[in-house]
T-cell receptor, first 110, second 115 residues
Framework: KQEVTQIPAALSVPEGENLVLNCSFT??????LQWFRQDPGKGLTSLLL???SQREQTSGRLNASLDKSSGRSTLYIAASQPGDSATYLC?????????WGAGTKLIIKP | KAGVTQTPRYLIKTRGQQVTLSCSPI?????VSWYQQTPGQGLQFLFE???????NKGNFPGRFSGRQFSNSRSEMNVSTLELGDSALYLC??????????????FGPGTRLTVT
């Protein structure tokens, strides 16, 4: 049974720092992996999708990597800003469903 | 292009009642998935539909059901509501590749409160 874990559960850093969020999964037979952002009381915004054959994807200040063999993905956020404060979720796709981590709650202090 | 829309956005129901939630996918997307989000359990997969066929179902009781129409719009129904069904219900749509779905785009969700 696929399990997805995100570490840390919460993170508070000063503005301007570069940071890394971690996601691990137990079964490497995935179709793709997505990173999402969720603001309090809101829905989910897709940030990056990495196909199983890819190693990384970049969008602006965000970079996500995928190592299927070790069951790990990282989301790198460069030059963090207060507007980056949100909960970040990773999800792996297999058999037409997304299996989710519990999320990392990120607070960027001005 | 319009995003995924869900109606209603908020709903308050009483235990024992039933509820129907609606989801309209992004134009051209034929795969629609439903997820339940609660503080205790996080995000959990309910079911996925493609071309009016349910291809996968999560571990939820039979009180949770869904369907998809020929225009790809989808509905989910919860019968005999329980207090524990209070949650944010999220719908997502996507294009479909060989063996799985591509990037999933989520609607704003329907917040269901059962009293």
């Amino acid at each position: 049974k696929q399990e997805v874990t995100q570490i840390p559960a919460a993170l508070s850093v000063p503005e301007g720092e570069n940071l890394v969020l971690n996601c691990s999964f137990t079964d490497s037979a995935i179709y793709n992996l997505q990173w999402f952002r969720q603001d309090p009381g809101k829905g989910l915004t897709s940030l990056l999708l990495i196909q199983s054959s890819q190693r990384e994807q970049t969008s602006g200040r965000l970079n996500a990597s995928l190592d299927k063999s070790s069951g790990r993905s990282t989301l790198y956020i460069a030059a963090s800003q207060p507007g980056d404060s949100a909960t970040y979720l990773c999800a792996v796709s297999s058999n037409y469903q997304l299996i989710w981590g519990a999320g990392t709650k990120l607070i960027i202090k001005p | 292009k319009a995003g995924v829309t869900q109606t209603p956005r908020y709903l308050i129901k009483t235990r024992g009642q039933q509820v129907t939630l609606s989801c309209s996918p992004i134009s051209g997307h034929r795969s629609v998935s439903w997820y339940q989000q609660t503080p205790g359990q996080g995000l959990q997969f309910l079911f996925e539909y493609f071309s009016e066929t349910q291809r996968n179902k999560g571990n939820f009781p039979g009180r949770f059901s869904g369907r998809q129409f020929s225009n790809s719009r989808s509905e989910m129904n919860v019968s005999t509501l329980e207090l524990g069904d209070s949650a944010l219900y999220l719908c997502a749509s996507s294009l479909v590749g060989t063996g799985g779905t591509y990037e999933q785009y989520f609607g704003p969700g329907t917040r269901l409160t059962v009293t």
